[in-house]
């Protein structure tokens, strides 16, 4: 018999939750598989879409295949303790997105350097040894500081740039560090050295200070060029590096070189039956009497269903209320056990504090998609309260209406939400699609996705979709308690 306070759905956070049992439960998807091989290099989501869990599982594996992982953390270089340092662009800096990939590029081969050399024991000869000299003669006794060299290469690029040097001088300089000169004739000898000893580096949660700034979107644009960089010079140290989906729309850069990157790029996914999957492999983990049931059978023996809601009719209304993103589900799973639990329920817990949980996973669910657009769309959350006396379904005719009244401001919002006044109706409901907000009704003949139990689908259900066609829209679910709908 389980018993409630047996049941865990783990943490929220990846990085808590490795030593919780990740590696047990853990769900390796196609996007996994994609970036553990090296297919895909750079790993694109949105917030809570289990970035972190990836690159936590694949330095795990790769640790006990014998490649050496380098893990660098927000600590380690975030654009929150660059930009406390440096002199921001509009203040005069000369740092632009070539600066920043010379200096991530230094950083990451110093780090590989050090690894390479570390993981070969005993004497050195060859490539490794001259590696290893370069190392004693230039960086003896000192811990290799991601972002103490990251500055430090700036400055030293900052240095000639605003110096008094000649024009032909400068230029000199300027080239050598541009071009990595300094360790430029090490690179063939290190990547040598990384064939017997790989290195892989991972670099997880650039958001960390974000700013939206010309030179938070150099950090970032700078830190993709130089892992394309990379690997094309250098096969054997594989770079990889975590984004935030509406980040990466954000750098004007990125979206000029997206045939660049387009073939290492992996957008991070889900759908219902992986999200189920990931549910029930945590709670086949917390409990070892639901490990040897069907995993539709763990479901109900931990929720309850309404009499007319199905088999597992409980989990389709979560997962309803979530724009497919494993950190949603989790969360809402988390709140409706600690409420049974502070109500001394036994199990299955109640269909009903599944619905008492929804407004307050409501009101923090929209409160963290508005943070998360907060560069892109300011403003948003008054956008959404203007649809607070509105319908939960409508016709395109009453949905454009509405945007009109917001953009001539009849309806008030924020005065920081200038996007949505120089949009146009269209552009609008674009907008409100892409973030989840609104769900469009496609015809059933023409959908491929005939599994799906409702006719109105959102962005992360269906991505190919002409809105201009469509001729009814829905509020997600999500939003509903947040508006005062019943």
């Known amino acids: 018999m ?7 759905f783990g943490a929220l956070a990846a990085e808590r939750d490795v030593a919780r049992g990740l590696a047990a439960y853990f769900v390796e998807s196609q996007s996994f598989q994609r970036l553990k091989t090296g297919i895909k290099t750079i790993a694109l989501g949105n917030r809570g879409s289990g970035k972190t869990a990836i690159f936590k599982m694949i330095a795990e594996q790769k640790r006990k295949e014998g490649t050496v992982v380098i893990e660098l953390t927000p600590e380690d270089y975030s654009y929150e ?3 406390q340092t440096m002199t921001s662009e509009d203040r005069g800096s000369w740092a632009k997105q070539s600066g920043y990939a010379a200096a991530w590029k230094y950083l990451i081969y110093l780090l590989a350097m050090k690894a390479a050399c570390n993981a070969q024991k005993g004497l050195k000869t060859g490539p490794a040894k001259r590696v290893y000299n370069y190392l004693r003669d230039n960086h003896k006794g000192v811990e290799i500081n991601p972002i103490g060299v990251l500055i430090s290469y700036l400055k030293r690029l900052e240095g000639v740039k605003l110096g008094n040097l000649q024009a032909a001088i400068k230029a000199q300089e300027l080239q050598y ?3 990595l000169e300094e360790i430029d004739s090490l690179l063939d000898d290190l990547n040598q050295i990384c064939r017997h000893f790989p290195v892989i580096i991972l670099i997880d949660e650039l958001d ?4 939206a700034s010309e030179d938070a979107k150099a950090f970032v644009g700078g830190l993709v060029q130089a892992v394309t960089s990379i690997d094309l010079r250098t096969p054997c ?4 590096l975590s984004l935030r989906r509406e980040i990466y729309e954000n750098i004007p850069s990125l979206h000029e070189d997206a ?3 387009r073939d290492i790029v992996e957008f991070i996914d889900w759908d219902e039956k992986k999200l189920f999957q990931l549910i029930s492999n945590r709670l086949s983990f917390s409990s070892p009497s639901l490990e040897s049931i069907l995993p539709e059978e763990r479901w109900r023996a931990v929720f309850e269903s309404s009499a007319d809601s199905g088999n597992i009719g409980s989990f389709h209304y979560i997962i309803d209320r979530t724009l497919y993103r494993p950190r949603e589900l989790l969360q809402y799973c988390i709140e409706v056990r600690n409420k049974a ?3 001394n329920q036994s199990l299955p817990i109640n269909f009903n504090t599944i619905f008492e949980v929804e407004y307050y996973y409501s009101q923090e669910r929209v409160a963290d998609i508005a943070s998360e657009y907060r560069f892109q769309y300011p403003g948003l959350l008054s956008v959404l309260e203007a649809f ?3 319908e939960k379904t409508f016709d395109r005719d009453t949905l454009e209406l509405r945007c009109i009244e917001i953009s001539i401001k009849e309806i008030p919002v924020d005065p920081i939400s200038i996007w949505c006044f120089d949009s146009t109706p269209e552009q609008l409901i674009n907008i409100l699609w892409q973030i989840g907000f609104l769900q469009a009704e496609i015809a059933s003949e023409s959908n491929p996705l005939t599994q799906w139990r409702s006719k109105y689908l959102g962005s992360h259900q269906i991505k190919l979709i002409n809105l201009m066609r469509i001729h009814s829209f829905q509020i997600h679910p999500l939003f509903y308690t947040f508006l005062g709908f019943e």
Do not use: C, H, P
């Not at 389980?2 to 865990?8: A, C, G, M, V, W």
């Not at 960390?208 to 700013?211: C, K, S, T």
């Open 2 to 8: 389980t018993n409630l306070r047996e049941i865990s």
């Open 237 to 240: 140290i594989r770079v990889m």
């Open 341 to 343: 639990l502070d109500q």
């Open 81 to 83: 303790l660059l930009s």
């Open 388 to 390: 607070r006396d509105f």
């Open 177 to 179: 560090l541009y071009k």
């Open 208 to 211: 960390r200070g974000w700013d």
């Open 259 to 261: 045939q660049k990157v």
